[in-house]
């Protein structure tokens, strides 16, 4: 099993910007895809980007150009830049892993709110 341990969220007001960051238990150059969902209340867990060991990213409609998904293979971590941030945006935001073979990993959440 992947221990996920996640850091970064908080309040933002509307155009604002936040980090989060998911730090990996083990190596994750052997972790084949890692990245982000998030769930906002009353609404199902939804994919917001996603990055593999080769290279590729995918993200969200919603979030395009504005969040980017980015990998430290040193510090076995994994980063959502959030820019423009919008009140849609507001939910709790999991990283998870997935190592083929193997169920998925999935972090404890952090809460995402954005505000005036």
């Known amino acids: 099993q992947v221990q996920l341990v996640e850091s970064g969220g908080g309040l933002v007001q509307p155009g604002g910007s936040l980090r989060l960051s998911c730090a990996a238990s083990v190596s994750i150059d052997s972790i084949y895809a890692m990245g982000w969902y998030r769930q906002a209340p009353g609404k199902q867990r939804e994919l917001v980007a996603r990055s593999t060991n080769g290279g590729s990213t995918n993200y969200a409609d919603s979030v395009k150009g504005r969040f980017t998904i980015s990998r430290d293979n040193a510090k076995n971590t994994v980063y959502l830049q959030m820019n423009s941030l919008k009140s849609e945006d507001t939910a709790v935001y999991y990283c998870?892993?997935?190592?083929?073979?193997?169920?998925?990993?999935w972090g404890q959440g952090t809460q995402v709110t954005v505000s005036s």
């Open positions: 998870y892993a997935r190592r083929l073979h193997f169920p998925d990993d």
